[in-house]
């Protein structure tokens, strides 16, 4: 039975919560020892109740049924000072001892530490909402409302969610979210299951140990989904054994396989029976042992009907879930989202330790203590009884939730005269929720990515276990892999389906059955491949001798094929191709080969027995393996043609051609001709035209005229035409599946994982670029840093010389040399200066001249450093000469102001002696500050003009220093 209200233990209840203590430990051993959760990490969590854990059990039951005084009854009464605030933290029942933690609390932020003002204070209001609480339901469990933190600090729940939005695409929506938190973390039981947990650490603490409880998972859920939008809270309640104990024992999983031919499927007109057909040949068979075989049919069908009935109810009776004696006591945490928010259309559950979805009203879910989100704590006033499926969500309803901190609603919790032994001071204000004291989530893409602890987890559902691996993981691909098994003791393996990603051969999935003397595999690939290939069935044999071994199938991406292949099937002695599409109307190809009985030789046989070319039976000769006894193609109708010309079927045999037409929808049947194949000799090319007893034709209509012999032997012409062309596609077919199967195996040998692009953490060439075209940005912006604070910098890049000869120049040298001369002395001038055609020269071109001129090399240094005064002198002089026709402008701009102030007030002056008599005193007034107001932006400019022609004088006079100076342009005169 559930609680009076809320489905909260009662007194009776946390009675037989201490009795139902030692049947707890036995029923957590049986649900280990059936498979509930095979993860070795979650059931190290889960250990048995020792005798120190079941006296804290009975504490915790005990204090359940404690009354409160009217003396301990407290207003919201603000405290006078800090030391107040302390002692009622010393007696709040919200306080537990402080808990080691497996890390140094004293590296974590101070706000983990310790409490501000602000928070005491919300504790206190708290801790009076507590005692109100417990004395008006005196059968409902304690509030689980402030408990400790990983520092042993009590905090307010709603104080304990950080809404966070982490960059990751993935997680955006409700469901994404919900699976990352039950795929990164570790599911740990409560201890005991009856009880909220004592510490409820902050979800940066979770996601630093990847593993938690109930309540971890619907804390952090609940911060991803409402950073995220959604209107999520986080539910305090209480719901079955097999949800609190993440059993998945009783979970049926749909294996997902698909036939290709179901997924392949095009629609098709349904034909009509016609009840006008030709009856079939008499049956002799005798009709009493007909009776007996559908007897004995009718038999075993009812036979198996009826084990079947018996193992879907003892599968029934399996999936029952136990007695459970804790039913209704077992303290669960998940998540609801409401309606509204980001498009919700209803409000739902989220298992957090699954990372799935639930309805309102599932059974799972038995009662509900309170909700809480980063706004707020709402405790829950329905009744229960009868388990959440009538809940009412609308949290401003106060009739069914009550809210704790009073400024949520607009109004005060409670009236303060309703309150009992109300004291004095009491103060009806509300108290505002200060931020949280959770540091900000961080979620790091690699960790991300790898998600499952250790790269993989494992869980078991009813007769199947499924193991999920993290991407890029496994060097295969392998992501998930699901084991089917016979029976609920998972020892005889049935099905195992494996799911890839990233592979190269762009596999995605593998079905792997047991058939007994073989396996049956079952590919699917993705498209990408070469081949088109999309489903490919195989069977790997346990002995040579399996009738299996030669069995193959391929389903091909038709619609991309130019030859609109759709499916190819070897059986043992069958090859069956379908197509989609063509143009020539061809549906479907069967070639038959010698020893297996094909259908196409036996409707022949059963009219007249096969001719070889002279004529007589062939049926004593020995089959050949692989030697083809008949190919059969089929087509679909053509409008175009009249239906006793348009081929429905043709069948090549050895010795004939059996050529079937569409048959018209006014006739019974449809025409059929039989050409006999004539020896051929070594000079005939095309066969003669044959006497009318080579043709077998039939005809529905008696009065249709005859075709003639010439026609006819064109038709056979042709049909023998169309058949070499078809044995070539049959040795094509073969040639080409031989080829992609030892693709297949070279993919398999060489299979490495695609990475993407834009995944620079995995891709090394991409990050490689990535880091390179950083390094390069960073050297562009230091260079542009450098020439900013460089003042040479423009002028050396306009005087930057070549540092190779250019096209042209080797040329000018020689046509110097030749016009001038070669010695120094006809380069030199009458003032001792070298020639202007030197010193217009560049370095490198001047090198090359002194390279091929008879000059000495004191004169060649007297040369170089000529050439070098005048560079650093045109670098020198260009440099300053920016800065004075710069600071000249300037003057000329202050002057020209100056010049256009002056005017204004000769002009204004002059207008004032020609109107002095007839001006008004505003006019005079005005007249003088305006003149006052020009006079004194006179007086500026003035000054300022002054101050600009001094720090002129000064700035190049500092230039000129600092060139003489400049190591770049040493030998400056």
Not at 676 to 701: C, F, M, R, S, W
Not at 761 to 785: G, P, W
Not at 957 to 971: I, K, S, T, W, Y
Request: with cysteine; proline share 5%; charged share 30%.
């Amino acid at each position: 039975m559930l609680g009076e209200f809320t489905g909260m233990a009662s007194d009776e209840q946390n009675a037989s919560t201490v009795e139902a203590t030692s049947q707890e430990t036995t029923d957590q051993q049986n649900d280990r020892s059936e498979g509930v959760n095979n993860d070795e990490d979650v059931a190290e969590g889960n250990g048995g109740l020792t005798p120190d854990k079941i006296a804290n059990l009975q504490e915790i039951a005990a204090r359940a049924s404690l009354e409160v005084t009217e003396d301990e009854i407290d207003v919201f009464d603000e405290p006078r000072s800090e030391d107040d605030i302390e002692k009622l933290h010393a007696h709040n029942p919200l306080a537990v001892k402080p808990v080691r933690d497996p890390e140094d609390p004293s590296t974590l932020p101070e706000s983990y530490r310790s409490n501000t003002p602000k928070e005491k204070q919300l504790l206190d209001f708290v801790q009076n909402f507590v005692r109100q609480y417990r004395h008006l339901y005196k059968n409902r469990k304690p509030l689980y409302i402030a408990p400790p933190n990983e520092c042993g600090v009590a905090k307010f729940l709603p104080t304990t969610v950080r809404p966070t939005l982490v960059p990751f695409s993935n997680i955006y929506s409700h469901d994404s979210a919900a699976r990352f938190v039950a795929d990164y973390l570790t599911y740990d039981f409560l201890e005991p299951t009856s009880e909220p947990p004592e510490v409820l650490p902050a979800p940066t603490t979770t996601l630093w140990r990847k593993r938690g409880n109930c309540f971890d998972f619907a804390v952090l859920l609940c911060s991803l989904l409402e950073g995220a939008g959604y209107d999520a809270y986080c539910v305090h309640g209480y719901a079955t054994r097999e949800v609190c104990m993440m059993d998945r024992s009783r979970r049926v999983v749909d294996t997902g396989c698909q036939s290709p031919e179901v997924a392949e499927q095009v629609a098709t007109p349904v034909r009509r029976e016609n009840k006008y057909r030709l009856k079939p040949a008499c049956n002799l068979a005798s009709k009493y042992e007909q009776d007996m075989q559908e007897r004995i049919k009718t038999k075993k069908a009812d036979s198996t009907a009826a084990s079947l009935v018996a193992e879907a109810a003892a599968r029934q009776e399996r999936r029952k879930p136990k007695h459970d004696r804790l039913y209704g006591l077992r303290t669960h945490c998940w998540v609801v989202v409401l309606q509204g928010r980001r498009g919700v259309p209803e409000n739902f559950f989220i298992e957090c330790s699954l990372g799935e979805t639930a309805s309102t009203k599932s059974a799972q879910y038995l009662g509900i203590e309170g909700v809480w989100n980063s706004k707020n704590y709402w405790v829950n006033m329905q009744d229960c009884t009868q388990g959440v499926a009538d809940m009412q969500y609308d949290l401003g309803d106060s009739a069914c939730w009550e809210y704790v901190l009073p400024d949520t609603a607009g109004h005060p919790l409670v009236s303060t005269g309703e309150l009992p032994n109300r004291r004095a001071g009491a103060v009806s204000g509300t108290v505002d929720l200060p931020r949280t004291w959770v540091a900000e989530l961080v979620l790091d893409p690699l960790e991300f990515e790898t998600r499952k602890p250790h790269g993989q987890r494992s869980y078991t559902d009813e007769a199947s276990r499924t193991t999920e691996y993290a991407e890029y993981h496994r060097a295969d691909g392998l992501v998930r892999t699901t084991t089917f098994y016979e029976d609920y003791e998972l020892r005889l393996p049935t099905l195992v389906v494996d799911e890839f990603r990233h592979r190269s051969d762009r596999l995605v999935r593998r079905e792997t059955r047991d058939e007994g003397d073989a396996e049956r595999v079952d590919e699917l690939y993705a498209r990408g491949r070469r081949s088109l290939l999309r489903h490919h069935t195989y069977y790997n044999v346990t002995f040579s001798g399996s009738s299996k071994r030669r069995l193959r199938t391929m389903h091909f991406h038709h619609e991309l094929r130019p030859d609109g292949l759709c499916r190819r099937e070897r059986t043992q002695h069958q090859l069956l191709e379908t197509f989609r599409g063509r143009e020539d109307g061809l549906c479907d190809r069967v070639v038959d080969f010698e020893g297996g009985g094909s259908d196409a030789v036996r409707r022949r046989s059963s009219i007249a027995p096969p001719r070889t070319a002279s004529g007589s039976s062939r049926r004593g000769s020995a089959p050949k393996e692989d030697t083809i006894e008949a190919i059969t193609e089929r087509y679909r109708r053509n409008p175009a043609v009249p239906p006793d010309e348009d081929i429905a079927e043709v069948v090549y045999f050895d010795d004939a051609i059996v050529v079937t037409y569409h048959k018209d929808d006014k006739d019974i049947t449809a025409q059929r001709r039989e050409f006999e194949k004539p020896q051929l000799t070594e000079k005939q090319t095309y066969p003669p035209i044959q006497p009318d007893e080579g043709v077998v034709a039939y005809h529905p209509n008696p009065g249709k005229v005859e075709t003639k012999k010439f026609a006819l032997n064109e038709i056979f012409k042709a049909l023998l035409a169309k058949e070499a062309w078809s044995r070539q596609q049959i040795a094509a077919a073969t040639a080409e599946t031989a080829e992609l199967l030892q693709r297949l195996s070279a993919d398999s040998d060489g299979l490495r994982l695609e990475v993407s692009f834009y995944d620079t953490t995995r891709n090394a060439d991409a990050k490689a670029r990535r880091l390179a075209q950083e390094e390069d940005a960073r050297a562009a912006a230091v260079r542009r840093a450098a020439m900013e604070r460089d003042y040479l910098a423009p002028y050396l890049v306009m005087h930057q010389e070549p540092t190779a000869l250019l096209p042209g120049m080797a040329e000018t040298c020689d046509r110097a040399l030749a016009d001038v001369g070669a010695h120094a002395a006809v380069w030199l001038g009458t003032d001792g200066t070298w020639s202007d055609t030197l010193m217009g020269m560049y370095d490198v071109e001047l090198e090359a001249f002194l390279a091929r001129a008879a000059f000495t090399r004191e004169e060649a240094d007297d040369v170089r450093a000529a050439r070098h005064e005048r560079y650093v002198k045109s670098v020198a002089e260009h440099c300053m000469a920016d800065l004075h026709d710069r600071n000249t402008a300037r003057e000329k701009r202050i002057a020209d102001d100056m010049d256009r102030e002056k005017r204004d007030l000769r002009e204004k002056q002059q207008w004032y002696h020609e109107h002095q008599a007839n001006m008004t005193p505003e006019q005079e007034e005005e007249y003088v500050g305006y003149c006052g107001d020009l006079i004194f932006r006179i007086g500026i400019l003035e000054k300022r003009l002054a101050e600009h022609r001094a720090t002129a004088r000064r700035t190049e006079d500092a230039l000129e220093n600092r060139l003489h100076q400049d190591p770049r342009l040493e030998g400056l005169a």
